[in-house]
T-cell receptor
Framework: DQQVKQNSPSLSVQEGRISILNCDYT??????FLWYKKYPAEGPTFLIS?????DKNEDGRFTVFLNKSAKHLSLHIVPSQPGDSAVYFC???????????FGKGTMLLVSP | DTGVSQDPRHKITKRGQNVTFRCDPI?????LYWYRQTLGQGPEFLTY????????KSRLLSDRFSAERPKGSFSTLEIQRTEQGDSAMYLC????????????FGSGTRLTVV
C-alpha cells in the first residue's frame, strides 16, 4: 500500500508564477515530512522539511504547508524559475530515527 | 567533504551474474541507507546501517541481496544471480539520523540486467 501519495505525475508552470506540489499520506504516525528535488542522472537533493507539530515552514522561495486533519501537505515555490524544473518527491519519517517513505514524485516543468 | 560517492555509476550485466556496488558516505554520518528506484517510482527502502550494524532490511531485499558496512565506513551492496527485474537505480544515502535534516543521497548506480 502506498502510504505517501503524489497524485499528479506532472505540473507545468510559467516562470515567475507559483508552483504548488501536493502530497497525501495515510499513516498518522509520520512525524516529519520532507521534500526532495531530483534532476536526471543525479540523486535526490533535500529541499525542506516540516515537523508534524507545525503547519508551515518557509525557506526562501520554498514553503511547505501541513494539514494534519486532511493528511495533506503541499510545497509552494514562489516565484518559479526554469532551474526548478525537476522531479519533486514527498517523503515521510515514521517516528524517531526510522527510515523515509517516498511518494512516486511529480515532474515540474517551469517554462520561460 | 565531497558528499556521498557511489561506484560504479553504470553497470550492465548479464542475467545470472553477480554484481557489487560501493557507497562512500559523508565521513561524519553514522547512518547509511540503500534505496532502489525504478522508472516512475519513488525511492524504495532496501536496508540501513547505523555504524557497522545493519538495523533494518526491507522485504524487498530478497536473499539474493546482501549489504555490508565493515568498520562503519563505506558500504557494499551485492546482488547474486541477477534477474531482469533487478534493473533499477540503486541509491545510497547517509545522515546523522535526525529526520529534520533528511538524507544526503549519492548520484546512484544504474544497473541494467540483459
Amino acid at each position: 500500500d502506498q502510504q505517501v501519495k503524489q497524485n499528479s505525475p506532472s505540473l507545468s508552470v510559467q516562470e515567475g508564477r507559483i508552483s504548488i506540489l501536493n502530497c497525501d499520506y495515510t499513516n498518522s504516525m509520520f512525524d516529519y515530512f520532507l521534500w526532495y528535488k531530483k534532476y536526471p542522472a543525479e540523486g535526490p537533493t533535500f529541499l525542506i522539511s516540516i515537523s508534524s507539530i507545525k503547519d508551515k515552514n518557509e525557506d526562501g522561495r520554498f514553503t511547505v504547508f501541513l494539514n494534519k486533519s486532511a493528511k495533506h501537505l503541499s510545497l509552494h515555490i514562489v516565484p518559479s524559475q526554469p532551474g526548478d524544473s525537476a522531479v519533486y518527491f514527498c517523503a515521510a519519517n515514521n517516528g524517531g530515527y526510522s527510515t523515509l517513505t517516498f511518494g512516486k514524485g511529480t515532474m515540474l516543468l517551469v517554462s520561460p | 567533504d565531497t558528499g556521498v560517492s557511489q561506484d560504479p555509476r553504470h553497470k550492465i550485466t548479464k542475467r545470472g551474474q553477480n554484481v557489487t556496488f560501493r557507497c562512500d558516505p559523508i565521513s561524519e554520518h553514522n547512518r547509511l541507507y540503500w534505496y532502489r528506484q525504478t522508472l516512475g517510482q519513488g525511492p524504495e527502502f532496501l536496508t540501513y546501517f547505523q555504524n557497522e550494524a545493519q538495523l533494518e532490511k526491507s522485504r524487498l531485499l530478497s536473499d539474493r541481496f546482501s549489504a555490508e558496512r565493515p568498520k562503519g565506513s563505506f558500504s557494499t551492496l551485492e546482488i547474486q544471480r541477477t534477474e531482469q527485474g533487478d534493473s533499477a537505480m540503486y541509491l545510497c544515502a547517509s545522515s546523522l539520523g535526525h529526520p529534520e535534516y533528511g538524507y544526503t543521497f549519492g548520484s546512484g548506480t544504474r544497473l541494467t540486467v540483459v
